[in-house]
């Protein structure tokens, strides 16, 4: 049972990867920064290596999920376990693959109430708890980064519109050849230009680097927050993941260790291969960007969600997030604001919980009938 139990937390970690990759990476595809597949490799970079860190600093969000949320004399078996992880991973697919963000962190307390309330009843619920460590920083979150976008928009665009005539450009290595003649005689040479670097203005380096390779300085603020992003998110979420393992008392496959970097390689792969739709969505439907705007948004999410795991409370990446990029769209005066996407996105983190928590509900009554 461990085997099973073990695969099908490792996929709720691939799906994870593929619905949740696009919160860091969206707003380099959506400011042109660069095409959606290299958005997708970067965000998973930076996804194994947040995931891989988390087992050293944001493993206290294990004992969130495993002890905080029921109470304590409840004997959670493989089948509790193995019904919260298909709760989590047939939601998450289903959304992914309408290219809808959705909440994983709602995906798992959704699926660990349902079996609870289903089978025990609410008095096995850790009321008082769930509210305190998980509810209340889920449900202020997305309006914390709303809210830092909006009174940070101007002064950021702003302070980034100064920055952009700063850039770092790399002329790249030539080698020039001519032919001498004299006395009769032909002589050939070749005189290496070694690669050179400059930082400056624009014109600048277009005065002094005959070819060069040119990066604005806001832009490498912005591949610098979309990584941190990632690294953050998974920071985040891989705890959760193995949380869902180590709340069944009678899991003995593996220690944490092992775990995280199973998570993590299978959040990876999802990143990479299944990420492109919701990428879609958060980078091209909800507003226009340009690179300001991006970076802006970028800066919001990553400080709320490495916050947030620093002190062990448990966020959505994706309701940080969207809850910046959607601050964003409201600051905008060019209308390209869209209402529809935005209403079924909010619709669709309201269905979450309840949704993840029939299906792991269901799954747990199934299990324990055969098995």
Not at 91 to 96: A, D, E, K
Not at 143 to 150: D, E, G, Q, R
Not at 271 to 279: D, E, H, I, L, N
Not at 288 to 312: E, K, P, Q
Request: hydrophobic share 50%; aromatic share 8%.
């Amino acid at each position: 049972m461990d085997s099973i139990l073990l695969i099908l937390v490792l996929s709720m970690a691939f799906y994870n990867g593929a619905n949740d990759v696009s919160k860091g990476v969206a707003t380099l595809h959506g400011s042109g920064l660069c095409g959606c597949r290299g958005a997708l490799l970067w965000g998973t970079v930076w996804t194994v290596a947040g995931g891989l860190t988390a087992v050293f600093i944001a493993s206290g969000l294990i004992k969130v999920f495993s002890k905080g949320i029921v109470a304590n004399d409840l004997n959670l078996t493989v089948n509790f376990s193995m019904a919260v992880a298909i709760g989590v991973s047939v939601w998450v697919l289903l959304s992914t693959r309408t290219g809808m963000p959705v909440s994983t962190t709602h995906s798992i307390v959704g699926a660990i109430l349902g079996p609870v309330l289903l089978s025990f009843g609410p008095s096995k619920i850790l009321w008082q708890s769930l509210g305190y460590k998980i509810v209340i920083p889920l449900l202020l979150s997305p309006f914390a980064a709303l809210l830092i976008t909006a009174v940070f928009y101007r002064a950021g665009y702003s302070l980034l519109s100064g920055f952009s005539r700063y850039c770092l450009c790399f002329e790249t290595k030539t080698n020039d050849c001519c032919v001498a003649e004299g006395e009769g005689q032909l002589a050939a040479g070749c005189v290496d230009t070694a690669p050179s670097a400059v930082a400056g203005t624009v014109e600048e380096c277009a005065r002094d680097l005959a070819s060069s390779v040119r990066m604005e300085v806001n832009d490498i603020v912005h591949w610098i927050s979309s990584g941190l992003i990632s690294f953050a998110r998974a920071l985040n979420d891989t705890p959760k993941i193995a949380a869902v393992l180590f709340a069944s008392a009678a899991f003995t496959g593996g220690g944490v260790k092992s775990v995280f970097f199973l998570a993590t390689l299978a959040m990876g792969l999802g990143s990479y291969f299944m990420g492109r739709r919701v990428t879609e969505t958060l980078s091209k439907k909800i507003t226009s960007m340009d690179r300001h705007d991006s970076v802006i948004a970028n800066l919001s999410t990553a400080f709320l969600v490495v916050l947030a795991s620093r002190f062990g409370m448990p966020v959505s990446t994706t309701h940080v997030s969207g809850g910046s990029i959607i601050g964003i769209g409201l600051k905008r005066i060019d209308g390209s604001f869209n209402k529809k996407v935005v209403s079924e996105m909010l619709l669709a983190w309201v269905v979450t919980l309840p949704a993840a928590g029939l299906i792991s509900g269901i799954a747990y009554m199934v299990l324990n009938h055969i098995v």
